[in-house]
């Protein structure tokens, strides 16, 4: 952003509460880019004989997932999961629970997890090109972002 959105002067930098933060040089205008995460949904979808990991047309080749989506305006997030897990996998939900909120700061999002117990036959949107069913006992999360849920949700599965 080079232009201020609200008065268009070019952009400067701002000091709000000892912090520099990127914004508009002009006082009377007062914008500043407050940078907030954007919600971002992921799923963990449980299908029978383990858990759909996806993997991204842009992504490296090895590297698989769990799917997620953005919210839609004034959508629920659960809603959200169900209808990206029906999008992106063709996917029906048949139970759902929250695992957990993570903040995600390398891609400046925050993610809200879902379980999704679901049922369907796997066909696959242009955003994915293949996908592996991981059975859950050979299941692994990582040390950050959709990787923390599902460490989480892991670690419940084996208390239970
Ligand atoms: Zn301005």
Not at 31 to 40: A, D, E, H, I, S
Not at 91 to 116: D, R
Not at 121 to 150: F, Q, R, S
């Amino acid at each position: 952003m080079n232009y201020c959105p609200q008065c268009a002067s070019p952009m400067g930098e701002v000091l709000i509460n000892n912090e520099i933060r990127k914004g508009c040089p002009d006082s009377a205008c007062g914008f500043v880019l407050w940078n907030n995460p954007t919600p971002v949904v992921a799923m963990i979808v449980e299908v029978e004989g383990g858990v759909v990991l996806a993997h991204n047309v842009n992504w490296p080749k090895s590297f698989y997932s769990i799917i997620t989506g953005f919210l839609e305006a004034g959508e629920d997030p659960l809603e959200c999961a169900k209808r990206e897990t029906m999008e992106e996998l063709n996917l029906h939900t048949l139970e759902s629970s929250l695992v957990g909120v993570y903040a995600f700061p390398q891609q400046n999002q925050v993610i809200i997890a879902y379980h999704i117990k679901a049922a369907g036959e796997v066909k696959l949107n242009h955003e994915l090109d293949d996908y592996k069913i991981v059975p859950v006992n050979e299941l692994k999360g990582w040390d950050m972002g959709t990787g923390l849920a599902i460490n989480d949700w892991l670690a419940a599965q084996r208390a239970s």
